[in-house]
């Protein structure tokens, strides 16, 4: 699955740059130019990491960053300064910043930091999920919706697993037949649609959101 970076970056520049690196890496990437376009970007979408800029148009970095912070927790930071000073580190990194790197930096040194972070906010994986009313066995291949067992297919279960293991994150159809599926297998929009309508009615419950445009995301 194909981790996505936020850059919130004012100078087109040092954004394009930073872009075309990440991308070149396999990163999927999306640019803000102001503080207020990049919280509103990051609650629409789940993204993995945030690349964000201190001196920023509007909201400072400092203030996206503490807003962020409160709203996605788990969310990896890593600001971007022109200011060498230790107080400008220390204060993003009080705001909830998980590492700083100042400008003019090194294209792989960010890269090693980036790889860092994201490795340390990999989820450790388990064997059973429980989210709201929805219990997962990932062993057993079992479901349950408040205690009670559902019967589904082992490709409507490579589904809903697929969503409850990125929780609150938008999947597209074409992540989900990757994980459902495998890379080597097409299927049509209309197929997974039809699977996810078929999840919803047996869970009777609702966990599994669409969003117009994008794909669907389990949401308790």
């Not at 609650?43 to 690349?51: A, H, K, N, P, W």
């Not at 996605?72 to 993003?92: C, N, S």
């Amino acid at each position: 699955m194909t981790t996505r970076i936020l850059i919130v970056e004012d100078e087109p520049a040092i954004a394009l740059a930073l872009q075309d690196d990440l991308e070149l890496e396999g990163y999927a990437v999306h640019h803000e130019e102001n503080g207020q376009s990049a919280i509103k970007a990051a609650l629409e979408v789940s993204f993995d990491l945030v690349i964000l800029d201190v001196m920023l148009p509007g909201k400072s970095g400092y203030d996206v960053c503490r807003e962020l912070r409160s709203k996605q927790p788990r969310l990896p930071i890593l600001m971007l300064t022109a200011r060498a000073g230790e107080a400008e580190k220390v204060l993003g990194l009080e705001m909830g910043a998980d590492d700083y790197v100042t400008k003019p930096f090194s294209p792989m040194e960010l890269r090693a930091r980036i790889k860092a972070l994201l490795r340390r906010a990999s989820p450790v994986q388990a064997t059973r999920i429980t989210l709201g009313p929805v219990s997962l066995d990932l062993e057993r291949l079992g479901v349950r919706v408040a205690d009670n067992p559902i019967d589904l297919t082992n490709l409507e279960f490579r589904i809903l697993a697929a969503l409850m293991q990125n929780e609150g994150r938008v999947l597209s159809r074409s992540e989900l037949m990757d994980m459902a599926w495998g890379s080597d297998v097409v299927v049509s929009d209309r197929a997974i649609d039809t699977h996810i309508a078929n999840i919803r009615k047996k869970l009777d419950c609702d966990v599994i959101e669409s969003v117009r445009g994008m794909g669907y995301r389990f949401l308790v």
